[in-house]
């Protein structure tokens, strides 16, 4: 479903990522894990087009989109949840619901109010709530449910355990399990091992702008020689 | 004053009110938006009216007719707007923002050309409307009928655009891309034609502001820059990007104004006072006080400072062999120039303007590349030193050269006071509150008779003696030119640079190294005011005369054309820029009759082919390696 070979992404001089490949297959929930700086956000940005990759590959649905606009990436059925939530704060939730619609498509779950708010029980008690006076945790829901109304077939997530309470994080990772139930494939960044052990199928570590390990959840587990190199604090 | 007076004057300011929103709300959703300033904003305001007499003198016989010309006059210019956001805008909204608004400055100068290509010299006085034209008993006072209907246009209009804001997609994602564009477009939206949409509305609601003018005062050239003086500080006052503050502002200014023409002329503790010749400034001191109290604006937020967003520039450096070397070639053949100028006497007063100019453009590059204080209003610290100097002599009755050498200090008496309040504020505010005080200090030489001469200034400023000839002016211009530039230079790369620089790329981390910000941009900003009160001084002896006109809003953005003309991002950009700009100007004018429309296309060339800069381009060229 998502393919990246080798991209290469700079800020102004600044050489982020070098050489980064790794693939998403549909329905797959897949975790990129590393440290803070590491280069995960970078990844995420360089393949919804928000930084343009240097050099290097991005194939989505089988279309090359690594020089198209963010906006002509999200309308393939794309989505992207940006770590820092980017809620628009004075529009209500359903405004801030509004902009991310789109057409329906085939191949891809069709999302609504109703079934979003089947998905986060928290945003059905507050359609007219303004964004800016959400909770920190009800802000990350309504970051996710924007980026479904576009009836994405796949999403990056951005660090969704950060900075929430612990009872958010376990519905967060409820809201991910439902999500790969309904068949949308997932690439989630993650600094928190035990979280990504809790939903992902895959993992892709990146240190320094390089992936350094590729596996199972199953594998990643085992190996504590990588765990303690590239994640342990 | 009495109740039926003041009753009149208050609906006065209501149907002025509801004029300025409609040119301040276009302008603050396209801000809010494209995040460009649009200065051709008082340009669409001022092409309603045009395009509104033409339909009207034709078809607008009948209220119907009236009525109809009034909307296809905006939608005419809505499609204007239209055309000027996908030939010219979309190419720029990656661009500096003053690139930007050099460029819509340049559709300034294209449209005002085209204006009077088009309609003429003359005022156009249009019929006033049908069905319209009587006027309303108010406490046996007539107020004209048409007024009323102009004076609840605005608040239908508010009430329409809120409509649309709160119950349309369009609206609502407009609101969105207002706070987060870029999260617009990573959510599947098609900024561009958001961006044209919004800027096609923007344009509409001016011209029909404009339009609707026609029946209460005649079609006018000079309105454009008039028109976004205006309307810059309704936005400003209501928060960029609000359209309740649009409102609440057009309100507060225009019921303001209206006042002190309802009170005129009137004795306070024994001095006689006259209030309507406060209009011309009240507005700006509205907007100073407001950006002081609340520098976002009546209904804006605080937004971060946006001071260190500009790109990351390759630090300075000085000048290696190779310039110096050209820079010797230069003042040499300055310094010669005299010789063939006997033969061409225009060349010297060429030559005079031109470096009263590089000295002006310099010092306002001084604060505003390594200080990142963008300054709308350098003409203040102009007039000051010419308006110093020129009072000195004819007043006190100084000797020129004493009066010369006063000139900086008037200037930096000024920069102390201006600068303390400039320097708390960032980005676009700033700009406008340097805007606000140049409006004040150009006001004050306009309206203060007695003491300025009013609008025909200070006449008979002659050189001393013995720089009575003109090359013996041109040298004491070229010495104190090249003496300023040089100081300018030294200081930016003095330590005192190093934290003037420093305190633009990152206020907190310079303070955090006990850089302490505010004094250092402060005297930052008075050593400018200073070197460019030498360059007012200069003006006023080299003229003859000094008058508001010389000191006014134009001379200001021709400052800024020359800094971006030549490059931000390096010294030498001033000069060359303000070399180029002057002899530009002074060649297109003399030779052809719409200069300013060839000034407009050339300023369009340049921005679009040199983003760096004419300076910064070539030293590209021949810099192969940034560091």
């Given amino acids: 479903m998502l393919q990246i070979s080798k991209i290469h992404s700079y800020y102004g001089q600044a050489h982020i990522l070098t050489d980064v490949s790794l693939e998403v297959n549909a329905g797959e929930v897949v975790v990129l894990l590393g440290r803070n700086g590491a280069g995960k956000s970078t990844t995420l940005k360089s393949i919804i087009g928000l930084v343009r990759p240097a050099s290097g590959a991005v194939v989505f649905a089988g279309t090359r989109i690594e020089r198209l606009a963010p906006y002509r990436i999200a309308r393939m059925g794309l989505g992207y949840v940006p770590e820092e939530r980017r809620i628009f704060t004075d529009l209500s939730v359903l405004e801030n619901l509004e902009v991310g619609r789109q057409p329906p498509r085939a191949r891809a779950p069709t999302w609504d109010f109703e079934k979003l708010g089947a998905l986060f029980p928290n945003l059905r008690e507050m359609p007219d709530r303004l964004g800016g006076r959400m909770s920190g945790g009800e802000q990350q829901m309504l970051t996710i449910a924007r980026t479904l109304m576009g009836n994405p077939a796949c999403i990056l997530l951005d660090e969704p355990s950060e900075g929430v309470a612990p009872v958010i994080v376990d519905q967060m990772a409820e809201a991910i399990r439902g999500l790969k139930a309904a068949g949308v494939a997932i690439l989630l960044s993650e600094q928190n091992l035990h979280f990504a052990m809790e939903v992902a199928d895959r993992a892709y570590i990146i240190e320094k702008g390089g992936i350094r390990f590729e596996g199972t959840m199953q594998a990643l587990s085992a190996n504590a020689e990588v765990q303690a190199q590239y994640l342990a604090v | ?627």
């Fill in chain 2, 1 to 627: 004053m009495s109740p039926d007076a003041f009753a009149v004057q208050f609906l006065n300011g209501l149907a002025s009110a509801s004029t300025l929103f409609l040119i301040a709300v276009g302008l603050s959703l396209i801000f809010g938006v494209t995040r460009i300033v649009n200065f051709a904003h008082g340009s669409f305001y001022m092409l309603g009216i045009f395009v509104a007499y033409s339909l009207v003198t034709r078809i607008g016989d009948s209220p119907f007719g009236f009525w109809v010309s009034m909307l296809l006059a905006a939608l005419v210019v809505a499609i204007v707007g239209l055309l000027v956001e996908l030939v010219l805008l979309r190419r720029i909204y990656q661009a500096p923002e003053l690139f930007q608004l050099l460029a819509t400055f340049a559709v300034v100068l294209i449209v005002r050309d085209a204006t009077l290509a088009i309609w003429g010299p003359e005022d156009l006085l249009g019929p006033r409307a049908p069905g319209l034209k009587g006027s309303v008993d108010i406490l046996g006072r007539q107020f004209p009928t048409y007024d009323l209907v102009l004076i609840c246009i605005g608040p239908a209009v508010l009430a329409a655009l809120w409509f649309v804001l709160t119950r349309t997609r369009f609206g609502v994602l407009i609101r969105a891309a207002t706070q987060d564009r870029d999260m617009v477009g990573a959510l599947g939206v098609n900024q561009a034609w958001l961006f044209s949409g919004v800027f096609a509305l923007g344009a509409f609601l001016a011209a029909l502001g404009g339009a609707l003018q026609l029946p209460r005062e005649p079609a006018n050239l000079g309105i454009d820059l008039v028109a976004i003086g205006e309307a810059f500080v309704v936005v400003v006052v209501g928060g960029m990007g609000s359209i309740p503050g649009a409102f609440l502002a057009a309100f507060i200014i225009a019921e303001i104004k209206a006042m002190c023409f309802a009170i005129g002329q009137t004795t306070l503790f024994g001095v006689s006072f006259s209030f309507s010749k406060l209009t011309l400034v009240v507005e700006f001191l509205v907007m100073a006080a407001v950006l002081i109290w609340r520098p976002w604006g009546l209904m804006g937020r605080p937004g971060a400072a946006t001071r260190n967003a500009a790109e990351i520039e390759v630090p300075l450096k000085p000048a290696d062999a190779r310039t110096r070397k050209l820079g010797w070639v230069v003042l040499i053949a300055l310094v010669l120039l005299p010789l063939v100028g006997t033969a061409f006497p225009y060349t010297i007063v060429l030559s005079i303007d031109i470096l009263v100019a590089v000295l002006f453009a310099t010092s306002l590059h001084f604060i505003m590349g390594p200080g990142g204080m963008h300054s709308f209003g350098h003409a203040a610290y102009f007039g000051l030193g010419a308006y110093g100097a020129g009072l000195l002599v004819k007043q006190l009755g100084w000797p020129m050269e004493g009066a010369l050498a006063a000139a900086p200090v008037a200037a930096a008496v000024g920069a102390l006071i201006f600068g303390w309040f400039c320097v708390r504020l960032s980005g676009v505010y700033l700009a406008m509150l340097t805007l606000a005080f140049a409006q004040i200090v150009w006001s004050i030489a306009f309206q203060w008779d007695e003491l300025t001469g009013g609008s025909n200034g200070i006449v008979g400023l002659w050189p001393a003696e013995w720089l009575s000839e003109k090359w013996a002016y041109y040298y004491l211009t070229l010495t104190l030119t090249v003496a300023g530039v040089l100081l300018l230079w030294r200081v930016l790369l003095a330590p005192f640079g190093y934290a003037l620089r420093a305190g633009r790329d990152s206020p907190l981390r310079a303070d955090a190294i006990g850089i302490d910000v505010f004094h250092t941009q402060w005297m930052g900003f008075v050593l400018a005011g200073a070197v460019c009160g030498v360059a007012g001084g200069l003006f006023a002896f080299s003229k003859g005369s000094i008058a508001p006109e010389a000191i006014s809003v134009g001379r200001s953005i021709d400052g800024l054309v020359m800094v971006l003309l030549g490059g931000i991002q390096t010294l030498s950009g001033p000069v060359v820029g303000a070399a180029l700009f002057t002899w530009l100007q002074d060649l297109i004018a003399r030779e052809f009759q719409y200069w300013r429309a060839a000034l407009g296309f050339t300023i369009l060339v340049l921005v679009l082919a040199f983003p760096l800069g004419v300076a910064g381009s070539i030293k590209r060229l021949f810099v192969k390696e940034v560091a």
